[in-house]
């Protein structure tokens, strides 16, 4: 027989309203990454024959921030039961080709923090003989007040899950609390769910009757005890900026175990995919936003912003820097303060160490990029492209005027304006030239002294 696999639900047709957003619940993001995709990353280690996504009417931006999981609309939403029954006719397939599925997941699109071992932790709990139908994720938080109580019958085993709302003081006055998440026998999933009804204070389906559903048929249900900070599920923009806290704390160790020193962990931002290789020095206040990608020996200063860049070994970059999408570093290029690179690859030693603006360029090996560079790769409709080949030397202050190229070796005078191609090795001067006028400074000076002098002797 093969492996016995499981398939995962994921539930998130909630309307989200306490979210106050015109975007659905579930795409806000947690490091930079939906925090829906969160939970589909931390089951997809656990190879999941199949995921399928339970979603409301209407939320195709969702559907697309999921694929390849297949999706379900659950329309109305009424209640978490009947949105697993929702997602039969997704299953099917998946469960028509392999019969070896023999547990559902059912996880919550709002509840990004868990980790692949902790689910792979509850799916062991409930293949633990003798087997139990269903397992539920207990936990203890701080405050229980909000979540449904686990009641446990004599022999430690589950009896059923009440909800806040319906339980009794007595009930109420448990510590065990649902987490939500469950791991189901799949054989017997829909005929659980098809049994629930809506007798409770909500009228909705609750996922949670199946535990007194399958009681009654003399099946076991147990609790696996989970760590209550990975069952925080999201309501609100304050629930949504604690978690990112969390998730920040996570990275932030992954990245020192890594091999990252991190000066001042608590002031730099990572994103969920996020890059570092070994002994990159990461100074206090640096923001990395998504697609950014680091080699070994990197020193990145304070008060750096990157997204979608790529460094290579060896490089420093910032204080102060901007790396916008398309920056491409290459080994032990250096730029430095008040320097913004979009849609550019800097060469191996590329020196580009203050204020400039480097867009849709391709700068060669070794060049150096003197202060005020700004290459003018825009003329109000498109976007033009500046290439400097290998060697050259662009002075401060020059303006390359886009579409342009400099060749390799050439220097460029400082205060140039580069509008027609420059020569290989070539030296160009491209401003206006100088004039000296010997001895006039004083005469001037002479001139206004009197003219000021007149101006008293009028106003008085
Ligand atoms: C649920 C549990 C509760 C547990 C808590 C943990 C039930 C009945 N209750 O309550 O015991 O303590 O989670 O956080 O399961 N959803 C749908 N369709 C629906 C309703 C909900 O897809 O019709 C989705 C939501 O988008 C959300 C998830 O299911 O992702 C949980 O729903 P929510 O309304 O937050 O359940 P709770 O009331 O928090
Ligand atoms: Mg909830």
Redesign the pocket.
């Known amino acids: 027989m093969s492996n016995p696999r499981f398939a995962a639900i994921?539930?998130?047709?909630?309307?989200?309203t306490r979210m106050n957003s015109a975007r659905p619940?579930?795409l806000h993001e947690l490091a930079g990454r939906p925090m829906i995709r969160h939970v589909i990353e931390a089951v997809r280690p656990l190879d999941p024959a199949a995921t399928i996504v339970?979603?409301?009417p209407g939320m195709d931006a969702v559907a697309q921030a999921v694929a390849p999981a297949a999706t379900a609309v659950?329309h109305?939403?009424?209640?978490?039961?009947?949105?697993v029954k929702?997602a039969r006719a997704a299953l099917a397939p998946a469960v028509a080709a392999e019969a070896s599925i023999r547990d559902v997941l059912v996880?919550?699109?709002?509840?990004p923090l868990l980790r692949p071992e902790t689910l792979a932790h509850l799916l062991a709990e409930r293949r633990r003989a003798p087997e139990a139908a269903v397992v539920a994720a207990g936990?203890r938080p701080a405050d229980p007040s909000?979540?449904?109580?686990l009641v446990l019958a004599a022999d430690g085993d589950l009896d059923r899950?009440?909800?806040?709302r319906d339980a009794s003081p007595e009930e109420r006055a448990i510590g065990l609390?649902?987490?939500?998440?469950m791991a189901i026998d799949a054989a017997r999933l829909f005929d659980l769910v098809d049994r629930i009804g809506n007798d409770n204070a909500?009228r909705?389906?609750?996922?949670?009757?199946i535990v007194e559903i399958a009681r009654a048929q003399g099946l076991r249900c147990r609790v696996a005890e989970l760590p209550a900070d990975e069952?925080i599920?999201i309501?609100t923009r304050v629930e949504l900026a604690a978690a990112e806290a969390i998730f920040q704390d996570r990275l932030r160790r992954a990245a020192m175990e890594a091999g990252a020193t991190l000066v001042s962990p608590e002031t730099v931002f990572f994103s969920a995919d996020t890059r570092l290789g070994r002994d990159v020095v990461i100074e206090p206040y640096v923001f990395f936003g998504s697609g950014v990608s680091i080699a070994n020996d990197v020193l990145i200063r304070s008060f750096t912003h990157m997204e979608r860049a790529t460094i290579s070994a060896g490089a420093i970059v910032g204080p102060f820097a901007r790396l916008r999408p398309g920056a491409v570093l290459d080994e032990n290029v250096h730029v430095g303060n008040f320097v913004e690179v979009k849609e550019t690859r800097l060469r191996a030693g590329v020196k580009a160490n203050h204020l400039s603006y480097l867009g849709d360029s391709d700068i060669g090996a070794g060049s150096n990029i003197g202060a005020g560079t700004i290459t003018c790769n825009y003329d109000g409709f498109n976007k033009w492209r500046t290439t400097i080949g290998a060697g050259a030397f662009i002075g401060s202050n020059t303006a390359l005027v886009a579409p342009v190229s400099v060749g390799a070796g050439a220097i460029v005078a400082a205060g140039s304006t580069v509008t027609a191609d420059v020569p290989p090795d070539a030296l160009t001067i491209a401003r206006a030239p100088q004039v000296d006028k010997p001895d006039r400074a004083p005469a001037i000076r002479e001139r206004l002294r009197a003219l000021k002098e007149q101006l008293r002797r009028k106003s008085s």
């Open positions: 994921v539930l998130a047709a909630g309307e989200g619940k579930v339970v979603l409301g659950q109305p939403p009424r209640g978490t039961g009947d949105a929702s996880l919550f699109g709002d509840t936990m909000p979540y449904g109580r899950i009440v909800e806040a609390c649902n987490g939500g998440i909500k909705e389906y609750y996922l949670t009757d069952l599920g309501n």
